[in-house]
């Protein structure tokens, strides 16, 4: 794919963009995914003229033709990445060209094309020029952008898309956890697993989360308020959340989480912790886990903390884990130790309050 000729973009401003007033009302309370910006990025494919069409122009609705692919195949990625103000009012993003990179992994396994990582870097700078101030300044507070794209090709027959859409729609974010970080309680499903080996458990599409959706209802049932999925092939095995990543401290210091099976998504925090963990001088393990280790575990007291990992919560601690005949751990327990300060570390570092020792900062508004 050429990646010679960067897109121009054409901006259109919004006339019903929301006042100041109106704005700041919003970032006072902006909990998760509830309000958006006032414009959104959007970029056209298809097959014979490749990436066009780049605008930038009012956040609204969609047109779409009925028979569009995506509406009957399910041919969608997106991603999920926040920009962060700093204390002098700059604002940054974390790691870019990773989410950059895996929306083309995703892409190629949807088989929607691939738009160039400097394109995906550059559309986040693109809404940020018009919608910056919609970055919140408050502690933990960020503008979360979600990059998606679909296939829209009115036809239905079954094979990829000749055309696709990549749009960038941004939304404030407040402290995930409102009242300061508690420890969650989170549902083994046996039932149901989120992902298939040779499926796509290692892109970043819709129809995972489809899949997930009735397994989480029945977690929010079980008073958890998570799911963990098993992997597909033996139900044995740890693979990951609906949305994060997991992770075990043991007793001898040591941090293991899954290795990368093919079914789980490879998260840009599970890949950051892993890194802030080795430069502790920490024994970093990616291995197999089975269920039984961690429930034998927990309760021999050999795994002392178990936590989550993404981009929207950051790192959540969980204290209980709970199956239809088990249960481990203490919901009431204090949030461990470790966990805490690698949550630390890496919110300080994305919110400019420690070293960026390994260039993951990108600036957006310069
Ligand atoms: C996005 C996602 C994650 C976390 O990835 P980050 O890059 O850390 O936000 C984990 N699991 C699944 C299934 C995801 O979709």
Redo the contacts with the bound molecule.
Sequence with gaps: MSTATPLSYRVTHSDKSRTPAERQAMLAAPGFGKYFTDHMVAIRWDSEQGWHGAEVRAYGPLLLDPAAAVLHYGQEIF???KAYRHADGSIWTFRPQ??GA?LQRSARRLALPELPVAEFVESLRQLIAVDGDWVPGEVETSLYFRPFMIADEAFLGVRAAKKASYYVIASPAGPYFAKGVAPVAIWLSTDYA?AAKGGT?AA?CGG??AA?LLPQREAVAQGCSQVLFLDPVEGKYLE??????VFLVFKDGSLVTPELSGS?????????ILQLARDRGMQVVERKVTLQEWRDGVASGEITEAFA????AVVTPIGQLKGTDFSVGDLSAAAGKVTMSLRKELTEIQYGNAPDRHGWLVRLDA
């Design positions: 991603e999920g990445i990773s989410n895996r989120r458990g970043k995972n989360y997930s990951e959340l609906g949305g994060m990543n789980i998504l490879e998260g840009i925090t599970r890949s950051s990992c993404g981009t929207a």
